[in-house]
């Protein structure tokens, strides 16, 4: 089993920054793909940004310039750096990997809890 905990979430005024951090724990042989998913209320849930084991990133077109995806891979983290921060994103943020947890090439989905970002005046 692998375990992802999010944190750095929270209330943050129009223009700010914040930085979400999410580690992942437990069974890992190899993280293929670490990300970010969102979900405001009523919508449904949407591709952040995602970064793979090679470093390739992907980011979606409503935050692009504004959001930037890294990682640690030997702490198994993920960051998200926040800026220019809009009512918009305001939404759960879920922390996404795809895991290989015994060599097999087997890839499993993992997701955290979800860490609140509420961008408001």
């Known amino acids: 089993q692998v375990q992802l905990v999010e944190s750095g979430g929270g209330l943050v005024q129009p223009g700010g920054s914040l930085r979400l951090s999410c580690a992942a724990s437990?069974?890992?042989?190899?993280?293929?793909?670490m990300g970010w998913l969102r979900q405001a209320p009523g919508k449904q849930r949407e591709l952040v940004a995602r970064?793979?084991?090679?470093?390739?990133?992907n980011v979606a077109d409503s935050v692009k310039g504004r959001f930037t995806i890294s990682r640690d891979s030997a702490e198994n983290t993920v960051y998200l750096q926040m800026s220019s921060l809009k009512p918009e994103d305001t939404a759960v943020y879920y922390c996404?990997?795809?895991?290989?947890?015994?060599?097999?090439?087997?890839?499993?989905?993992?997701w955290g809890n979800g860490t609140l970002v509420t961008v408001s005046s």
């Open positions: 996404h990997a795809a895991v290989d947890s015994y060599g097999r090439g087997s890839l499993l989905n993992y």
């Open positions: 437990g069974r890992i042989f190899g993280m293929y793909v």
């Open positions: 970064i793979n084991s090679a470093g390739t990133t």
